[in-house]
Protein backbone atom coordinates (compact mmCIF):
# COMPACT_ATOMS: atom_id res chain seq x y z
CA UNK A 1 0.00 0.00 0.00
CA UNK A 2 1.15 3.26 -1.41
CA UNK A 3 0.66 5.97 1.83
CA UNK A 4 -0.72 9.53 0.05
CA UNK A 5 1.59 12.55 -0.15
CA UNK A 6 -0.57 15.29 -1.48
CA UNK A 7 0.01 17.91 -4.22
CA UNK A 8 3.43 18.61 -5.26
CA UNK A 9 2.87 22.03 -6.55
CA UNK A 10 3.68 23.80 -3.22
CA UNK A 11 1.29 26.00 -4.42
CA UNK A 12 -1.30 24.65 -4.09
CA UNK A 13 -0.30 22.98 -0.72
CA UNK A 14 0.35 26.85 0.57
CA UNK A 15 -3.65 27.17 -0.10
CA UNK A 16 -4.44 24.49 1.02
CA UNK A 17 -2.90 25.13 4.55
CA UNK A 18 -4.83 28.90 4.53
CA UNK A 19 -8.20 27.70 4.06
CA UNK A 20 -8.09 24.96 6.13
CA UNK A 21 -7.01 27.80 9.11
CA UNK A 22 -10.34 29.78 7.98
CA UNK A 23 -13.39 29.45 10.27
CA UNK A 24 -15.84 29.30 7.62
CA UNK A 25 -16.49 25.48 6.77
CA UNK A 26 -17.06 26.83 3.16
CA UNK A 27 -12.95 27.10 3.31
CA UNK A 28 -12.67 24.13 5.32
CA UNK A 29 -14.87 21.57 2.41
CA UNK A 30 -12.45 23.64 -0.52
CA UNK A 31 -9.41 22.59 1.34
CA UNK A 32 -10.98 18.88 1.24
CA UNK A 33 -11.49 18.82 -2.39
CA UNK A 34 -7.89 20.52 -3.28
CA UNK A 35 -6.59 17.63 -1.63
CA UNK A 36 -7.52 15.18 -3.85
CA UNK A 37 -5.76 14.09 -6.78
CA UNK A 38 -5.74 16.26 -9.99
CA UNK A 39 -7.46 14.19 -11.75
CA UNK A 40 -10.50 13.71 -9.24
CA UNK A 41 -10.34 18.02 -9.25
CA UNK A 42 -13.75 19.43 -10.87
CA UNK A 43 -14.00 20.79 -14.19
CA UNK A 44 -17.08 22.87 -14.38
CA UNK A 45 -18.04 24.36 -17.57
CA UNK A 46 -19.65 28.04 -18.45
CA UNK A 47 -22.86 26.59 -19.05
CA UNK A 48 -23.44 24.76 -15.74
CA UNK A 49 -22.35 27.52 -13.95
CA UNK A 50 -25.62 29.83 -15.80
CA UNK A 51 -27.82 27.75 -15.12
CA UNK A 52 -27.39 27.18 -11.29
CA UNK A 53 -26.70 30.57 -10.40
CA UNK A 54 -29.03 33.85 -10.23
CA UNK A 55 -26.91 37.58 -11.03
CA UNK A 56 -24.49 38.81 -8.48
CA UNK A 57 -24.05 34.80 -7.10
CA UNK A 58 -20.16 34.01 -6.58
CA UNK A 59 -19.63 30.40 -7.64
CA UNK A 60 -16.55 28.44 -6.10
CA UNK A 61 -15.18 26.33 -8.20
CA UNK A 62 -12.40 23.76 -6.21
CA UNK A 63 -10.69 23.14 -9.69
CA UNK A 64 -10.68 24.42 -13.35
CA UNK A 65 -13.71 26.30 -15.27
CA UNK A 66 -13.86 25.52 -18.73
CA UNK A 67 -15.39 27.79 -21.60
CA UNK A 68 -18.26 25.08 -22.66
CA UNK A 69 -21.60 27.32 -22.65
CA UNK A 70 -22.81 31.04 -22.68
CA UNK A 71 -23.30 33.10 -19.54
CA UNK A 72 -25.99 35.30 -19.91
CA UNK A 73 -25.60 37.20 -16.30
CA UNK A 74 -23.03 38.31 -14.45
CA UNK A 75 -21.31 36.08 -11.72
CA UNK A 76 -18.11 36.31 -9.69
CA UNK A 77 -16.60 33.21 -10.32
CA UNK A 78 -13.59 32.01 -8.04
CA UNK A 79 -11.43 29.03 -9.03
CA UNK A 80 -8.28 27.35 -8.95
CA UNK A 81 -7.53 27.95 -12.78
CA UNK A 82 -9.46 29.09 -15.87
CA UNK A 83 -9.40 28.58 -19.34
CA UNK A 84 -8.96 31.14 -21.51
CA UNK A 85 -12.67 31.09 -23.09
CA UNK A 86 -13.97 30.43 -19.95
CA UNK A 87 -12.10 33.88 -18.51
CA UNK A 88 -13.40 35.82 -21.64
CA UNK A 89 -16.93 34.65 -21.12
CA UNK A 90 -17.26 35.38 -17.81
CA UNK A 91 -15.88 39.09 -18.25
CA UNK A 92 -18.05 39.39 -20.84
CA UNK A 93 -21.05 38.99 -19.43
CA UNK A 94 -20.09 41.68 -16.85
CA UNK A 95 -18.80 39.36 -14.11
CA UNK A 96 -15.50 38.86 -12.09
CA UNK A 97 -12.90 36.43 -12.06
CA UNK A 98 -11.20 35.44 -9.12
CA UNK A 99 -8.22 33.59 -7.76
CA UNK A 100 -8.85 31.13 -4.17
CA UNK A 101 -6.27 33.95 -2.74
CA UNK A 102 -7.69 36.75 -3.45
CA UNK A 103 -11.00 35.30 -2.15
CA UNK A 104 -10.27 34.32 1.08
CA UNK A 105 -9.71 37.90 1.84
CA UNK A 106 -12.22 39.74 -0.17
CA UNK A 107 -15.15 37.45 0.89
CA UNK A 108 -16.82 38.28 4.14
CA UNK A 109 -20.51 38.03 3.22
CA UNK A 110 -21.24 34.28 2.45
CA UNK A 111 -25.11 35.00 1.31
CA UNK A 112 -24.82 34.11 -2.40
CA UNK A 113 -22.19 32.15 -2.71
CA UNK A 114 -22.59 28.46 -4.24
CA UNK A 115 -19.64 25.89 -4.25
CA UNK A 116 -19.95 23.81 -7.29
CA UNK A 117 -17.96 20.58 -7.52
CA UNK A 118 -19.66 18.00 -10.42
Given at each position: ???RT?S???????????????????????A???????????????Y??????????????P??V?????????????????????K???E??G???M????A???????K???????
Amino acid sequence: MVARTGSTNIMIRKLIDLLDKQEKPLWQKVAEELQKPSRKRAYINIYKINKYTKSNDIVIVPGKVLGIGNLDHPVTVVALSFSKSAKEKIEKSGGKVMSLYKAVEEIKDFKNVRLMKQ
